[in-house]
């Protein structure tokens, strides 16, 4: 099974700037689409931003858009998220998903903090 291996977390005071990698262990042809989530203290898991591995389209949540940019690169089998402007409330847990085969997130990262201060 691929795994995904995430870096590039850290801490950053409000409006800086993070650029999130992942990056999966083994080529999958089955590979649909990747993503990130995060996760903030005591809240659930949600969702931030995605990409098809075919044709790039991408998805954003409300609240990162604008700000964030997601991004890959299919040699490479990585994805990455260029976090700017970021803001106290960006501060989680960051996961990578990947999606084979078009039916879920079905792969998950270890998680890389990112802390923002104001």
């Known amino acids: 099974q691929a795994q995904l291996v995430e870096s590039g977390g850290g801490s950053v005071q409000a409006g800086g700037s993070l650029r999130l990698s992942c990056a999966a262990s083994?080529?999958?042809?089955?590979?649909?689409?990747m993503g990130w989530f995060r996760q903030a203290p005591g809240k659930e898991r949600t969702f931030v931003a995605s990409?098809?591995?075919?044709?790039?389209?991408?998805r954003y949540a409300d609240s990162v858009k604008g700000r964030f940019t997601i991004s890959r690169d299919n040699a490479k089998n990585a994805v990455y998220l260029q976090m700017n402007s970021l803001k106290p409330e960006d501060t989680a847990v960051y996961y990578c998903?990947?999606?084979?085969?078009?039916?879920?997130?079905?792969?998950w990262g270890q998680g890389t903090q990112v802390t923002v201060s104001s």
């Open positions: 998903a990947a999606d084979l085969y078009g039916v879920g997130w079905s792969r």
């Open positions: 083994e080529r999958t042809a089955s590979m649909f689409a």
């Open positions: 990409i098809r591995w075919s044709g790039g389209s991408t």
